[in-house]
């Protein structure tokens, strides 16, 4: 069955320093991929997304990776900020069947400490 | 412009009853998505419509949960004989097309007793 895997332990890191966030994912051929941040008790607010063709995608201090021969997709936040603390998730849309349901990953919570 | 929305906030209701979850997507958006989220988890797909047609309902667990999208903007999450398992946030998203960036509403929290 598709599956999909981020980091399930949280992520800490230092204010300023690159944050390297990782979506894995198996039996499945997507599309294309999002990604997602969630704050405590609010839905998911969409950052970046990336098309199977795409290998990089940026937007501001955001960078996005997609290789789909590894199958895998790693988010990059670089100068960051305690702001950028929140939990982040994947998804993955549009797999060959037609269909364009998404599948999230469960999320990597991400704290910059000050 | 107004994002999506949805009603109520918070919703406990007792085993057995029947609830209904209701969804305001953006205006003019065509896709519509439901989602189910438990504490800790990512958002587990449930449902989602191209206007007013159920494109793939591949996701709702059973028989108990239906949705219906009847003039292709507001929909609306029925769940019958509820259970404890139920309990998670319900979360709605729209998108102007089923590729396109997906806006969630703030979900209704569902509490069964």
């Known amino acids: 069955s598709q599956k999909i895997e981020q980091n399930s332990e949280a992520l800490n890191i230092q204010e300023g320093k690159t944050a390297t966030l990782t979506c894995n994912y198996t039996n499945y051929s997507p599309a294309y991929l999002q990604w997602y941040r969630q704050d405590p008790g609010r839905g998911p607010v969409f950052l970046l997304l990336i098309r199977e063709n795409e290998k990089e995608k940026r937007k501001e201090r955001l960078k996005v990776t997609f290789d789909t021969t590894l199958k895998q997709s790693l988010f990059h936040i670089t100068a960051s900020q305690p702001a950028d603390s929140a939990t982040y998730l994947c998804a993955l849309g549009g797999d060959t069947s037609g269909t364009y349901k998404y599948i999230f990953g469960t999320g990597t919570r991400l704290k910059v400490l000050a | 412009g107004a994002g999506v929305s949805q009603t109520p906030s918070n919703k406990v209701t007792e085993k057995g009853k029947y609830v209904e979850l209701r969804c305001d997507p953006i205006?003019?958006?065509?896709?519509l998505y439901w989602y189910r989220q438990s504490l800790g988890q990512g958002p587990e797909f449930l449902i989602y419509?191209?206007?007013?047609?159920?494109?793939?309902d591949s996701g709702l667990p059973n028989d108990r949960f239906f949705a219906v999208r009847p003039e292709g903007s507001v929909s609306t999450l029925k769940i019958q004989r509820t259970e404890r398992g139920d309990s998670a946030v319900y979360l709605c998203?729209?998108?102007?097309?089923?590729?396109?960036?997906?806006?969630f509403g703030p979900g209704t929290r569902l509490t069964v007793l």
């Open positions: 205006s003019g958006h065509t896709a």
């Open positions: 419509f191209q206007g007013t047609g159920a494109a793939d």
């Open positions: 998203a729209s998108s102007s097309t089923p590729s396109d960036t997906q806006y």
